[in-house]
């Protein structure tokens, strides 16, 4: 059974940094992308990061490019994202989500962690 | 402003259909067979229901089903149950700019 655990979460300080990880289990993880998706207070699902097999190719999408990091350690089955310069529009659940056998779909979904930017 | 445009809500009654629109553009939907839906029941995680517009992962009900026009993609529901009342998004890829793109979630009251 594919499992998604995320971890990390919390209150944080506008301009602050947090570290959020995501332990897997269940599957071959170095065989699939991984990705961060978020979802504010009472909005829609947005993705945020993926990150490719390797560790080497990672993507942002434009309102954290620059502050945001994903990284993945396949020896761990460990998904990280680093968030720096944390904003008050960064609240939201974060969700650690299990890409498909292409790139173009996401079939697995973490319970998801509370990030608050606020002072 | 979400990239795809879905209705706010739709409903329907037991064992009746309902069809969810994603109206996106020939920079996404239009020009990608790669449209995927999600349903999120409150408070839960999403679920993936539909990719690559039509193909649905092993353990989703038949009740669910997807297809694509033009720019636009819609995800059905045949057969409603009580259970189906959830939130459903559509993504589709958006090309190298902005890879993934979602719509704002559709309401479904059953």
């Known amino acids: 059974e594919v499992q998604l655990l995320e971890s990390g979460g919390g209150l944080v300080h506008p301009g602050g940094s947090l570290r959020v990880s995501c332990a897997a289990s269940?599957?071959?993880?170095?065989?699939?992308?991984m990705s961060w998706f978020r979802q504010a207070p009472g909005k829609g699902l947005e993705w945020v990061s993926l990150?490719?097999?390797?560790?080497?190719?990672?993507y942002y999408s434009d309102s954290v490019k620059g502050r945001f990091t994903i990284s993945r350690d396949n020896s761990k089955n460990i998904l990280y994202v680093q968030m720096n310069s944390l904003r008050a529009e960064d609240t939201a659940v974060y969700y650690c989500?299990?890409?498909?056998?292409?790139?173009?779909?996401?079939?697995?979904w973490g319970q998801g962690t509370l990030v608050t930017v606020s002072s | 402003q979400s990239a795809l445009t879905q209705p706010a809500s739709v409903s329907g009654s037991p064992g009746q259909s309902i069809t969810i629109s994603c109206t996106g553009t020939?920079?996404?939907?239009?020009?990608?067979?790669?449209v995927s839906w999600y349903q999120q029941h409150p408070g839960k995680a999403p679920k993936l229901l539909i990719f690559?517009?039509?193909k649905r992962p092993s353990g989703v009900s038949h009740r669910f089903s997807g297809s694509k026009s033009g720019n636009a993609a819609s995800l059905t529901i045949s057969g409603l149950q009580a259970e189906d009342e959830a939130n459903y998004y559509c993504?589709?890829?958006?090309?190298?700019?902005?890879?993934?793109?979602f719509g704002g979630g559709t309401k479904l009251t059953v």
């Open positions: 993504c589709s890829h958006g090309g190298k700019t902005t890879p993934w793109v």
């Open positions: 690559e517009v039509t």
């Open positions: 269940g599957f071959t993880f170095g065989d699939y992308s």
């Open positions: 989500v299990k890409g498909g056998s292409s790139w173009y779909y996401f079939d697995y």
């Open positions: 990150i490719d097999t390797t560790g080497y190719n990672d």
């Open positions: 020939s920079s996404d939907v239009g020009s990608y067979n790669l």
